[in-house]
């Protein structure tokens, strides 16, 4: 009974340090709370910039309600870009009402803010950098900046700007993203004899999913109808793109380097060791190793209390 008694303090003391470490961790919020507001703010200075924006999520009505005569933006056709690096991206700006201005032709231009580089005026291309090129089409509201092969310095603030007086500007943000891969548990796995192989391997940043993801082990591309059977891919595409790969009834020849190969991104790696029967008692005592740890983890927690 009295042996009972440390445990029970032991439960409470470690209640009480895991309830200090929630309250931690849920106080971290005003790093975040000093970050939002400091992005507010830069959203706020941004909005000064372009006095236009504001009253142009009105979507072409003046604040009484009456439609706007001027050239107003159409903010839902001219928003910010996702694109994948080396793939050609569009930056749209689509201003209505720009030709109701009569006497005077205006132009709609685009503008690299990093280094205030003009890029296009009208549908004429200003810089000599031959990755961009201004699309527009007779009768169209869309002043398109094409932007061959973006690299990831491309990413930034693009500035799509009507030659009003004062000049109205809408602010479109690229961000150029490179796809990543990744395999779930490595970057080794132990695996039972007779037991499957379940490998997870996920696409991350590919504004669209990769056309294909091949398999390979030891560097031979996996064959699904080899004589070794019971081997099958599935692969869900989506935002993200996660393909799995099942090996069944392991074998000590299952064992080494299984990579994920997606088409559009890098290839990734993970070490599989399929464990011959002795070893899976081993793991498991392996497995239960881990409570004694977490046992003295909990003691040391007492111990600091009392
Ligand atoms: C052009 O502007 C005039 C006033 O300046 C307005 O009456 C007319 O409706 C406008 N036309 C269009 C197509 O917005
Ligand atoms: C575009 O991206 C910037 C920076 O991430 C953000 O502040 C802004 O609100 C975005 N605009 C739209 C229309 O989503
Ligand atoms: C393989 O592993 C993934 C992730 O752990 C899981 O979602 C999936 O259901 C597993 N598939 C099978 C057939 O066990």
């Given amino acids: 009974m009295t042996d009972k008694e440390p445990v029970k303090m032991c439960v409470i003391g470690s209640t009480i340090w895991i309830f200090i470490i929630f309250i931690i961790i849920t106080n971290g919020a005003p790093g975040n709370c000093l970050q939002q507001t400091s992005s507010g703010k830069n959203s706020d200075s941004a909005q000064s910039n372009s006095v236009f924006d504001d009253s142009l999520s009105r979507n072409g009505q003046n604040p009484d309600g009456t439609p706007k005569t001027g050239p107003y933006f159409d903010l839902a056709a001219s928003k910010n870009v996702t694109a994948l690096l080396g793939k050609t991206t569009y930056l749209n700006c689509r201003v209505k009402n720009l030709g109701n201005k009569t ?32 699309v527009h089409n007779v009768h169209s509201d869309d002043w398109t900046l094409q932007i061959k092969f973006p690299q990831l310095r491309d990413s930034g603030i693009y500035e799509c700007q009507v030659s009003t007086t004062p000049h109205m500007s809408h602010f479109v943000h690229l961000s150029v993203v490179e796809p990543t891969t990744e395999i779930l548990g490595g970057p080794d796995l132990y695996i039972d004899h007779g037991s499957t192989i379940n490998l997870t ?32 891919v599935m692969t869900e595409k989506g935002e993200t793109t996660t393909s799995f790969l099942l090996v069944q009834h392991a074998m000590p020849s299952d064992s080494g380097q299984y990579t994920c190969n997606p088409s559009n991104a890098q290839p990734k790696s993970i070490t599989v060791h399929v464990l011959n029967g002795e070893y899976p008692a081993a793991m498991q005592h392996g497995g239960q190793a881990k409570q004694p740890r977490l046992y003295s983890l909990l003691l040391c927690l007492c111990l600091l209390l009392y």
């Fill in 103 to 134: 006497s005077v032709a205006l132009q709609v231009s685009w503008v690299r803010h990093r280094d205030i580089h003009l890029l296009t005026i009208g549908r004429y291309t200003y810089t000599s950098d031959q990755r961009f090129r201004a």
């Fill in 201 to 232: 391997c996920i696409v991350l940043n590919s504004p669209e999913p990769p056309a294909y993801i091949f398999w390979n082990h030891n560097d031979a591309i996996i064959s699904y109808d080899s004589g070794r059977g019971g081997v099958s």
